[in-house]
């Protein structure tokens, strides 16, 4: 079988050579160059054609951001961000999946030699799936005309209407989530029921990615607090290195937050935050499974269903990885698989229509 094709693009020495050798140990990849700047990347990339690059946020000659959105308007290809655990850091990362970027590594910022072997599985492992993922051209906005109005965000119903305080919405994803989760809540409107969400992140990246959210989305987003009431209108995001779930206190939800053992090797799992929902919320939950590789909140999923919830499922063509879809409609939890644009006007529209069952029922 050929070997997944790698170039590594950092300007440290050490760490392309840290990378190089880590790459290179796989039985299944090959670094085939290293780069210490986009512009001898770009002629890399030309001669060498790899299947997938790493790409450092902050170089000199080109900023790897500039670099990322050149790469994926002219020829679009897997890439792994390997990012520094900052938070200038995390705001740029989130940046970069917004552009077209498959995942991201952290690196530590002191100990690189001792921090990069220990993260050797996970970089691997990303390169894997980025070498499979679906990678779409990004297309920059055009420029706006002088005295030109901002672009207006996408309509969406100003209201679903009256509608029981007891149902939640609930989000699992992985590799490609985070530009998918953002399409489903820039799509809800302010009075939707609460979202909560896994996504598989490391810490020091959620708190960033919960603020790019809320100030692109009409309902609040933020990172979710143990212990804190779970409010319509408001998405809480399960913090990187922490399992988030949901429990019952009188007549609130409530948010549970806390460290514990991996669960399919993810902290956050998503199967942790099913399984609290069938628990607890049952028929009152509306379950999304977006792109994301493996099995993770597949089973539980399928336990959420069979507990009342009503659950939609990205289908493969519109996935960054179909891996935690897939898994979820083999273990028939899906109700409906659907492309990601439609996923928020389907919810909207069951909504809705719970909402007036609602109000003849008065």
């Known amino acids: 079988m050929a070997k997944t094709r790698v170039v590594v693009v950092d300007d440290s020495a050490l760490v392309r050579s ?77 940046k970069a999946l917004e552009l077209g970027a498959v995942d991201f590594v952290a690196k530590p910022k002191i100990g690189i030699a001792d921090g990069l072997r220990l993260l050797a599985e996970d970089i691997t492992d990303k390169v894997r799936i980025a070498a499979k993922a679906t990678i779409r051209k990004h297309h920059a906005p055009a420029p706006a005309a002088p005295g030109a109005p901002a672009a207006a965000r996408p309509a969406v119903p100003a209201s679903i209407g009256r509608l029981s305080t007891e149902k939640i919405i609930f989000i699992g994803a992985s590799t490609g989530g985070t530009e998918a989760t953002k399409e489903v809540l820039i799509n809800l409107p302010p009075d939707c029921p609460a979202v909560v969400i896994t996504q598989h992140m490391p810490p020091g990246f959620t ?36 399992h988030l779930s949901v429990e019952r206190s009188g007549a609130n939800y409530i948010a549970r937050v806390q460290e514990g053992e991996p669960v399919n090797r993810h902290r956050p799992s998503v199967e942790v935050l099913f399984k609290s929902a069938a628990r607890v919320v049952g028929p009152n939950a509306l379950g999304i499974m977006l792109t994301g590789m493996g099995a993770d909140g597949a089973k539980a999923m399928k336990e959420l269903r069979d507990a009342g919830s009503y659950n939609y499922v990205q289908d493969e063509a519109s996935c960054v990885v179909f891996g935690m879809p897939r898994e979820a409609i083999n273990a028939g ?16 529209e069951r909504l809705r229509s719970t909402a007036g069952m609602s109000t003849n029922r008065v």
Not at 65 to 84: E, G
């Open 18 to 94: 840290l990378l190089t050798e880590i790459i290179n140990r796989q039985a299944d990849m090959v670094c085939v160059g290293a780069a210490a700047d986009p512009l001898v990347a770009r002629e890399m990339i030309r001669e060498l054609n790899p299947d997938v690059i790493t790409l450092d946020v902050e170089m000199p000659r080109m900023d790897g951001i500039d670099f990322l959105s050149k790469l994926m308007r002219l020829r679009p290809m897997p890439v792994v961000m390997v990012s520094t655990l900052t938070e200038r850091g995390a705001e740029v990362t989130m």
């Open 207 to 242: 708190r960033s990615y919960a603020a790019r959210l809320d100030g692109l989305c009409r309902i609040s987003v933020k990172e979710a607090q143990d212990g804190e009431r779970i409010l319509p209108g408001h998405a809480y995001i399960a913090p990187g290195g922490l």
């Open 333 to 348: 939890a899906a109700h409906e698989v659907l492309p990601l644009t439609q996923i928020a006007p389907k919810l909207i």
